[in-house]
């Protein structure tokens, strides 16, 4: 059992919260917040508060800490809590530029501590079916990836929230929802190579963007297209289209409280087949596969160079929504 530290209680973190309640793998220990209403919340369910992160970094009942951050605080904090010997689960974005995932890599990579991402759309169970099949050669060639994120959640934010923050969160819809696609995208394909986005505020004043489209281009010609809405109502699908057959998973709710996916896969010479996955937790799942790693189990399914990766296109692409030219990713150093 691995005891661990919520850095951040908001609206996600008291999900974490929530989610580990029943787990055989992780506890929350504490939970640390500069809100103090926040705190309470999670008080009231018997968990120990701080509001500071030095504090639970100096608990010796702390063996972890799960972030739940402000992407501009992930960096320094991986860094601190390695230091501290503690393992770090951090939500994503890891960082959002590719230097500051470097140093946060090397810090955990010197001190032995296990690093986790918040990426759960990995184990949602018909996209370890998906990836098994672009692996085993069933859909043929793995060509294209196409998928979409939206939701409406964040229409009831304030507008000094720092979710709509252009400098604490740059392009908003990546951050909220595309991001997860990219990551699944360099799970299919491995690291991309350039990319092209587009940026736009069509529907509210958000002031880090509304609607986001983004092209990815990786080695071997594949291509990955990606949109992300932060008014539309949630819509989620993914599809990976083969040589041989495609594979299509449209979510039926947001992971939050997911209600199942509808699958539908057709290979060359047999009629189309839809089936239902009930639903799944897998944040949960997530957060186990990183307890388990931690203390000294099963290796955790997402790999540094694939955390790396992701990082080095949320850059690129955040300048190319910015300039409006196709941008490249840097190699792997």
């Known amino acids: 059992m691995i005891n661990a530290a919520v850095v951040g209680l908001g609206w996600w973190g008291q999900k974490i919260v929530s989610d580990l309640e029943d787990s055989d793998h992780m506890r929350v220990a504490v939970g640390v917040d500069v809100d103090e209403g926040a705190r309470r919340r999670v008080g009231d369910r018997g968990v120990r508060t701080a509001s500071a992160i030095e504090d639970a970094l100096a608990d010796d009942a702390v063996d972890a ?12 904090q991986i860094v601190a809590a390695a230091a501290a010997g503690k393992h770090v689960f951090c939500e994503k974005p890891l960082t959002t530029t590719g230097e500051e995932a470097r140093r946060a890599i090397a810090a955990v990579r010197a001190t032995g501590v296990q690093l986790g991402i918040g990426h759960e759309r990995r184990f949602e169970p018909s996209m370890l079916r998906l990836r098994e099949m672009c692996g085993s050669g069933e859909l043929g060639t793995p060509l294209v990836l196409e998928g979409n994120f939206s939701q409406d959640k964040f229409l009831d934010l304030p507008p000094d929230n720092w979710r709509l923050s252009d400098e604490h969160a740059p392009v908003g819809p990546l951050s909220a929802t595309g991001i997860h696609l990219v990551d699944l995208a360099i799970a299919v394909f491995g690291r991309p190579t350039e990319v092209w986005a587009r940026l736009g505020t069509h529907a509210t ?30 819509a989620g699908r993914v599809t990976v289209l083969g040589s041989e057959g495609w594979m299509e998973i449209r979510d039926r709710n947001h992971p939050e409280a ?72 840097p190699a792997a150093t």
Not at 65 to 76: D, K, T
Not at 271 to 296: C, I, Q, S, W, Y
């Open 65 to 76: 800490v799960v972030l739940c951050s402000p992407h501009r605080f992930h960096a320094e």
């Open 205 to 234: 004043t958000f002031e880090n963007g509304d609607t986001l489209t983004i092209t990815m281009g990786f080695e071997k010609g594949r291509t990955a297209m990606i949109t992300a809405i932060l008014t539309t109502p949630f």
């Open 258 to 329: 997911p209600r199942g996916w509808d699958v539908t896969t057709v290979l060359r010479g047999s009629e189309p087949e839809t089936t239902f996955a009930p639903p799944h937790p897998t944040v949960r799942d997530n957060l186990e596969a990183f307890a388990r790693a931690a203390a000294g189990g099963t290796p955790y399914p997402v790999t540094y160079d694939e955390m790396l990766a992701n990082v080095d296109a949320f850059e690129a692409i955040t300048r190319s929504a910015r300039t409006g030219r196709v941008e490249q990713v």
